[in-house]
């Protein structure tokens, strides 16, 4: 088997050796970005062979000035069509080029225009494999000088809306939390287990948050959870808690879990400390951390009055399921 080369790379090469070339030849004159963002396991780095085998290959967005797209868009996009070998690296490089410009790009893939404002709704609103999808990837030549200002702009949430996230994590929590105890005092193990898995989801979503990276969807979640901060000693834990088959011994290594994720909250210095040892939930014999605790801490540290006094249920959440 042929050495396997990663996406990027493997469009990184096809623009230099291969597209660049032939818009010397056919627009040398008129300026462009490429770049390979967007959809597809290459951009956030986590393709493998297995990836080829479905919408993998040598592809690029090539990215022209808003009034150059109607003049000369076609053309390019022919002399492509053209020109272009019929394979590059064994795949094959029909369509593979999109000519846009960054505006219209950027626009439908969030659902807003980053070049204005970006508004708290318009981060809100936005599922997190999405921004993830346009931060990551590779910009292979920015000669509009819009690229990278652009993925600047957009690398991570501005405070308020990072608290306003990391608050409804903790929210979730909270909610769900006396559920493993709950049900597997009454017997139901499924259910408690299923409180357990989604619990686990959270606790994940909310360690990438905290280390500044946007979660992707639930293919690569614990892919990218594992690259995080606390991945390496809360995979064995979480891992436990979710091959429990008694709800004593889910809500054991789900304890730890909170505790050292609490830790590491303490440790950003957004809030003033918050006591991370679990405890009894009210009278009932179950053990939870009483995240509630995270989330008031958190917002009160939010300027934005309209985001501060947004329900603690309303927030980011990828519902992304591409």
């Known amino acids: 088997m042929p050495t396997f080369l990663p996406g990027l790379e493997l469009s990184r090469r096809f623009y230099t050796e291969a597209v660049r070339p032939l818009l010397e030849d056919a627009a040398p004159d008129i300026p462009h970005s490429a770049a390979r963002i967007g959809s597809g396991s290459e951009v956030l780095g986590y393709d493998t062979p297995r990836s080829a085998d479905h919408e993998w290959g040598p592809r690029l967005q090539l990215f022209l000035r808003p009034h150059d797209v109607p003049r000369h868009a076609g053309r390019i996009r022919h002399h492509l069509a053209e020109h272009l070998p019929k394979t590059f690296h064994g795949h094959p490089t029909h369509d593979c080029v999109e000519v846009t410009h960054t505006t219209a790009w950027f626009t439908s893939t969030l659902g807003f225009d ?71 005092e009454v017997g139901d193990e499924l259910g408690s287990a299923t409180a357990a898995a989604d619990l686990t989801r959270t606790l994940m979503r909310l360690c990438l948050l905290m280390d500044r990276r946007y979660p992707p969807y639930n293919k690569w979640l614990g892919t990218a959870f594992s690259r995080t901060t606390a991945g390496h000693r809360l995979i064995p834990v979480l891992t436990a808690a979710l091959s429990a088959t008694d709800w004593h011994t889910r809500e054991k290594h789900l304890a730890y879990a909170y505790e050292a994720v609490a830790g590491i909250h303490n440790q950003l210095n957004l809030t003033d400390r918050v006591d991370p040892a679990t405890r009894p939930y009210h009278s009932r014999p179950f053990r939870v951390l009483h995240a509630e605790r995270f989330t008031r801490a958190l917002t009160a540290r939010i300027t934005d009055r309209t985001l501060r006094e947004l329900p603690g249920e309303k927030g980011v959440e990828s519902t992304y399921e591409g």
Do not use: K, M
Request: proline share 6%; charged share 20%; glycine share 8%.
């Open 114 to 184: 980053p070049t204005h404002d970006i508004t708290a709704a318009d981060w809100l609103t936005t599922p997190t494999q999405l921004l993830a999808e346009v931060t990551a990837g590779a910009v292979f030549h920015d000669g509009l000088h819009e690229l990278g200002p652009l993925r600047h702009n957009l690398r991570w949430y501005p405070r308020d809306v990072w608290l306003h996230t990391l608050a409804r994590q903790w929210n979730r929590i909270s909610q769900e939390e006396a559920f493993v105890g709950r049900c597997g």
